[in-house]
């Protein structure tokens, strides 16, 4: 018996793959560890809220049409991420965070 073999095209390819990316996130969210380990390197939460969250509070506020909410935090009050938005803006805006930061 011969194998079957499909010929796929790359933009096909990628296409699809764009689009599974896009539906897997959506409706999903995230505490700050969620995040830290899916989108910023594993940096430490309190790395994490120095250095991405608060410097960005204005703009990433869910109140403010952003993707965090509660980006100030405080006693007892946790963060909650929007996944697909969350990692949208990270792409977008990768190069405006301190990687470097201690």
Same mark, same amino acid.
């Given at each position: 018996?011969?194998? /079957? !073999?499909?010929?796929?095209?790359? =933009?096909? /390819?990628?296409?699809?793959?764009? !689009?599974?990316?896009?539906?897997? %996130?959506?409706?999903?969210?995230?505490?700050? #560890?969620?995040?830290?380990?899916?989108?910023?390197?594993? *940096?430490? =939460?309190?790395?994490?809220?120095? #250095?991405?969250? /608060?410097?960005?509070?204005?703009? &990433?506020?869910?109140?403010? @049409?952003?993707?965090?909410?509660?980006?100030? @935090? @405080?006693? @007892?009050? *946790?963060?909650? &991420?929007? =996944?697909?938005?969350?990692?949208?803006?990270?792409?977008?805006?990768? %190069?405006? &965070? #301190?990687?470097? =930061?201690?």
């Amino acid at each position: 018996m011969e194998a /079957l !073999q499909v010929s796929i095209s790359q =933009a096909y /390819l990628d296409s699809f793959i764009e !689009q599974q990316f896009e539906t897997a %996130l959506e409706g999903v969210t995230w505490d700050i #560890n969620d995040f830290r380990k899916r989108c910023c390197f594993n *940096k430490s =939460a309190e790395w994490v809220r120095r #250095n991405v969250i /608060l410097p960005f509070a204005d703009e &990433i506020d869910y109140d403010k @049409g952003g993707w965090c909410i509660n980006p100030h @935090g @405080g006693r @007892g009050k *946790k963060q909650m &991420i929007f =996944a697909k938005s969350a990692s949208e803006w990270m792409e977008a805006n990768k %190069l405006r &965070i #301190n990687w470097q =930061a201690k």
